[in-house]
């Protein structure tokens, strides 16, 4: 009996890419629902699962073909390691560093009021000795040019950060309340 090329490597191929493209858009409509883009969410939703079928219904038309099954758990795999890399490229949304400075706080927050970031510098205590800590609410996208000057002013300076959902108030660049797309992406800050 010839190989069949068509069946074993055609069909798993179409099902691996189909799985890629299903399981990023998942992966997508997911960290887009956690930071609150409510329109963007299902339109990702609805062409998630029209490419989640087209794969399924080839899989179960090659049941005796342990390519295709290999091929749909290889492209989940490959699905959610390119939805993630997709979305760290975007940038969208915006982030919370918290710098603890033991020294050199001063050259920090003049270098972030050069680049118009907002911040708040609060003294702190720490184990074993005085400290500042400044609190900055940024847009991802920034977060590299901060973490430069981090690097560059406190290079043992301890950092952390976290996504952010909403703000309100304060000094923030004035992009956060545009959109990327004109009306699907609108976010908005939430009011007290």
Same mark, same amino acid.
């Given at each position: 009996m010839?190989?069949?090329?068509? @069946?074993?490597?055609?069909?798993?191929?179409?099902?691996?890419?189909?799985?890629?493209?299903?399981?990023?858009?998942g992966?997508?409509?997911?960290?887009?629902?956690?930071?609150?883009?409510?329109?963007?969410?299902p339109?990702?939703?609805? !062409?998630?699962?029209?490419?989640?079928?087209?794969?399924?219904?080839e899989?179960?038309?090659?049941? +005796?073909?342990?390519?295709? !099954?290999?091929?749909?758990?290889?492209?989940?795999a490959?699905?959610?390691?390119?939805?993630? #890399?997709?979305e760290?490229?975007? @940038?969208?949304?915006?982030?919370?560093i &918290?710098?603890?400075?033991r020294?050199?706080?001063?050259?920090?927050?003049?270098?972030? +009021? +050069?680049?118009?970031?907002g911040?708040?510098?609060?003294?702190?205590e720490?184990?074993?000795?005085?400290?500042?800590?400044?609190?900055?609410?940024?847009?991802?996208?920034?977060?590299?040019?901060?973490? @430069?000057?981090?690097s560059?002013?406190?290079?043992?300076?301890?950092?952390? #950060?976290?996504n952010?959902? @909403?703000?309100n108030?304060?000094?923030?660049?004035?992009?956060?309340?545009?959109?990327?797309?004109?009306g699907? !992406? &609108?976010?908005h800050?939430?009011?007290?």
């Open positions: 010839p190989f069949d090329v068509y @069946s074993w490597v055609v069909i798993p191929l179409l099902i691996f890419m189909a799985r890629i493209v299903d399981v990023s858009l992966t997508l409509r997911f960290i887009f629902l956690a930071k609150g883009y409510k329109k963007l969410a339109v990702l939703g609805f !062409f998630e699962v029209l490419v989640w079928l087209i794969a399924i219904r899989v179960m038309g090659n049941l +005796r073909n342990i390519a295709c !099954f290999l091929a749909y758990g290889a492209g989940f490959m699905g959610n390691y390119i939805g993630l #890399i997709i760290e490229k975007l @940038s969208i949304g915006m982030a919370m &918290r710098v603890v400075l020294k050199n706080h001063d050259k920090l927050a003049e270098f972030m +009021r +050069r680049n118009n970031y911040f708040t510098l609060v003294k702190g720490g184990t074993r000795e005085r400290v500042k800590i400044l609190f900055s609410i940024v847009q991802r996208k920034s977060l590299p040019h901060i973490i @430069s000057g981090i560059r002013f406190n290079p043992k300076a301890f950092y952390t #950060i976290e952010i959902r @909403s703000v108030n304060g000094v923030l660049p004035s992009s956060t309340s545009k959109t990327l797309y004109k699907m !992406f &609108r976010k800050r939430k009011s007290k």
